[in-house]
């Protein structure tokens, strides 16, 4: 919108700023004791991730990121670990055994492992759609999101509906876990 | 009422600005903006305290300055000088965090709120918006999704039995109707078709206020602005007969007093989206002055202030329901929202797809008589059929459904004093 030469400056510093506070927002979100404080962080995070995606011109990405994430999901997560007032950590933690820890550990280690070669990798590499699918690129309308919802509901429709039902599940069983036992 | 599309290409499309004189200007509308929002929200905790002074016929605050000009700035000093407290074995960070955490995201969806035509400057066009974000309209939905954090904290963190109730009412409210709020500008977005704020307007000055075609959304997001902002009838989490204060019970001095004031911050937002979203923004009605080149300074100014005196008109409507209607019990609440709020919003959504979608395809061109006749028809009857068919005092309000025959007269048998009963409300 705007012409000029400071962009990339602008960016580089952001960039930084923000991944820092999504790494930072991150380390602490597995370290806290307190679960409140842990979803907090966890919020923290996706705010700084929804920050990199409108960087990347993503806008459509970020926001819902943030609708989603921290204005739903988070929400009710808070409400139940309040509701529940879990007080201590050592009860609810996923893996209280030795042999899970190993795997998870293992699988942290190769993940980590695997970012690194995709990070030292060359750039063509890296990418895995080399060109834009007509779609995208023929989708004028509807503004920013028109190049989101033409896909979605067009090529990726049978996707989009599996999820969908997904949904359907989850609220099915919460339907059934909140019916009353005569 | 017709399409001016070369228009609405010069507004999409702003003029190439330098980057020094965006910056300037950006940080000029910053200011602009955030003085007047203070102040609007120092002079909406007087305006309420006089206008309910004025439907309770008694005088309201008269004594500090010219009419009571001053009682704000009175109000202030003692909320700065009186003392802070903090409450034993709570969590301090969070506890200081909340209050900033309800005013903050009510403050930033003005970020994205065109309140003025654009101005064709000597140094370029300067749009009246302090970010012209292309999903600004789903970026106010984000945004105002995290107010119920401050109200949550808030509750948790003063560990007080009443303050946690009174935090767990006011998430369990906004997120129930928050869904209502979402459903119901789901169809401006299928008339306008898209999610650019400053397009919304332009749709609606070109084609007519989104209010005329869309009147039940109107209505449905107006229900829910009253839910989202804690008001009456909608105030449970702060219901003083039932919870002290509700979730800010443990506050005192300027941290309780950041509570009011961003709930009146949030009025403020919450009168501004539905200006924009249904009431056209900051277009004047019933003429095309305000919407053709050239942008004069005096448009900017005539704009603004019919963009304020609607924010102002929908400030004073919060207030005058405020003192109007009693409370609802927390049932009635949840069985408004989840049972009748957003049944209604998703049909509605789907009535108006569908009548979009058949226009579409009888090939009536969006914005033209027909389209516009055709969609105020539909809505007439959608609003008839919502007030006077379903709603007998059973749906919309169930906190003043009347008596039955029945039961007056089961009434009239255990007290026959009540007999005075016979013939109302049946």
Request: charged share 10%; aromatic share 12%; proline share 11%.
């Given at each position: 919108m705007i012409t000029n030469e400071f962009y990339p400056l602008f960016y580089t510093f952001n960039f930084y700023v923000f991944a820092l506070l999504a790494l930072m927002s991150s380390l602490f979100f597995v370290t806290r004791k307190s679960p409140v404080s842990a979803a907090l962080w966890l919020v923290s995070t996706m705010f700084a991730l929804a920050v990199l995606y409108v960087m990347l011109d993503a806008e459509f990405i970020g926001i819902m990121q943030i609708l989603v994430y921290a204005g739903a999901i988070m929400v009710v997560f808070l409400f139940v670990v309040m509701l529940l007032n879990?007080?201590?950590p050592s009860e609810f933690s996923d893996i209280r055994k030795n042999g899970p820890r190993l795997v998870a550990g293992f699988l942290g280690i190769l993940l980590t492992a695997e970012l690194l070669t995709l990070a030292w990798s060359p750039l063509d590499a890296r990418?895995?759609?080399t060109t834009v699918p007509p779609s995208v690129a023929t989708a004028?309308?509807?503004?920013?999101i028109g190049p989101v919802a033409g896909p979605l509901f067009t090529e990726y429709l049978l996707a989009f509906e599996l999820t969908s039902v997904l949904l359907l599940v989850a609220i099915i069983g919460a339907v059934v876990l909140a019916k009353k036992r005569s | 009422m017709h399409l001016i599309p070369s228009l609405l290409q010069a507004v999409v499309e702003p003029l190439p600005v330098s980057t020094g004189i965006f910056v300037v200007f950006s940080l000029l509308k910053l200011i602009v903006i955030f003085t007047i929002y203070m102040v609007g929200i120092a002079y909406s905790t007087f305006a309420e305290r006089r206008i309910s002074a004025w439907i309770q016929d008694r005088h309201g605050?008269?004594?500090?300055?010219p009419w009571g000009l001053f009682q704000v700035l009175a109000d202030g000093v003692k909320n700065f000088m009186k003392e802070e407290t903090y409450p034993g074995e709570a969590n301090t960070v969070l506890f200081v965090l909340a209050p900033a955490l309800a005013f903050v995201p009510a403050m930033i969806t003005?970020?994205?709120?065109?309140?003025a035509a654009p101005w064709g400057s000597p140094w370029g066009r300067i749009d009246m918006v302090v970010a012209d974000l292309p999903v600004g309209f789903l970026f106010t939905l984000a945004i105002s999704s995290l107010g119920v954090y401050g109200l949550t904290l808030a509750g948790w963190a003063s560990n007080n039995k009443y303050a946690l109730l009174g935090g767990l009412r006011a998430s369990a409210q906004m997120i129930s109707y928050e869904i209502a709020l979402g459903m119901a500008t789901v169809c401006v977005l299928l008339v306008?078709?898209?999610?650019?704020l400053t397009e919304i307007i332009q749709q609606q000055s070109t084609s007519g206020w989104n209010v005329l075609i869309l009147s039940v959304a109107c209505f449905i997001f107006l229900v829910a602005s009253f839910a989202e902002t804690n008001r009456?009838?909608?105030?449970?989490?702060?219901a003083e007969a039932e919870?002290?204060?509700?979730?800010?019970?443990?506050y005192s001095a300027m941290k309780f007093s950041m509570f009011p004031i961003s709930e009146y911050a949030n009025m403020i937002t919450a009168g501004a989206m539905i200006s924009t979203l249904f009431?056209?923004?900051?277009d004047i009605p019933f003429t095309h002055w305000d919407n053709i080149?050239?942008?004069t300074g005096l448009k900017v100014l005539a704009t603004f202030g019919m963009f304020a005196a609607k924010v102002m008109f929908f400030m004073f409507f919060f207030i005058w329901i405020r003192w109007t209607l009693p409370r609802f019990r927390y049932d009635q609440l949840m069985s408004l929202g989840w049972k009748f709020m957003l049944p209604s919003a998703l049909a509605y959504v789907t009535v108006v797809a569908s009548t979009i979608l058949g226009l579409d395809a009888a090939g009536i061109a969006r914005g033209s008589w027909a389209y516009l006749g055709i969609m105020l028809a539909l809505n007439l009857v959608l609003v008839v059929l919502m007030f006077f068919v379903l709603d007998?005092?059973?749906?919309?309000s169930p906190a003043s459904s009347r008596l039955n025959r029945r039961q007056v007269n089961q009434l009239k048998a255990v007290a026959p004093a009540l007999s005075d009963l016979s013939g109302k409300g049946v």
């Open positions: 879990l007080g201590q990418l895995l759609v004028g309308a509807g503004g920013i | 605050p008269n004594r500090v300055g003005w970020a994205v709120i065109p309140f306008s078709g898209n999610a650019h009456v009838p909608f105030d449970l989490p702060e919870l002290i204060a509700g979730y800010h019970t443990e009431f056209g923004g900051w080149p050239p942008y007998r005092g059973r749906i919309i």
